[in-house]
Nanobody, 123 residues
Framework: QVQLVESGGGLVQPGGSLRLSCAASGFTLDDYAIGWFRQAPGKEREGVSCISSSERSTYSADSVKGRFTISRDNAKNTVYLQMNSLKTEDPAVYYC????????????????WGPGNQVPVSS
């Protein structure tokens, strides 16, 4: 059974850092691309960062470039999202998702999703 579980969310101050983890089970992460997405209340889900299976490609949304870094540890079957310099516009529920092919920030191309992890930022 394919399963993704996000963890690491928590309350942080603007300017702070947080690392999210996406642990995969039921399949080997090596052959799959992983994307991170987020959805704030009243807003559409948006792509944040993605990483290809080979790690040759990573893409990030303009809103997080230079602040968020995606990485993967295939040995641990886990993908990470390091979030630095958090801003008040970053709070959202963060999701990881997987797809068979290349990296994409378009959520419609992803088949399996984690349940989401809340990342609130205090003002």
């Amino acid at each position: 059974q394919v399963q993704l579980v996000e963890s690491g969310g928590g309350l942080v101050q603007p300017g702070g850092s947080l690392r999210l983890s996406c642990a995969a089970s039921g399949f080997t992460l090596d052959d799959y691309a992983i994307g991170w997405f987020r959805q704030a209340p009243g807003k559409e889900r948006e792509g944040v960062s993605c990483i290809s299976s080979s790690e040759r490609s990573t893409y990030s949304a303009d809103s997080v470039k230079g602040r968020f870094t995606i990485s993967r540890d295939n040995a641990k079957n886990t993908v990470y999202l390091q979030m630095n310099s958090l801003k008040t516009e970053d709070p959202a529920v963060y999701y990881c998702a997987t797809r068979s092919f290349g990296c994409s920030l378009n959520s419609k191309w992803y088949k399996y999703w984690g349940p989401g992890n809340q990342v609130p930022v205090s003002s």
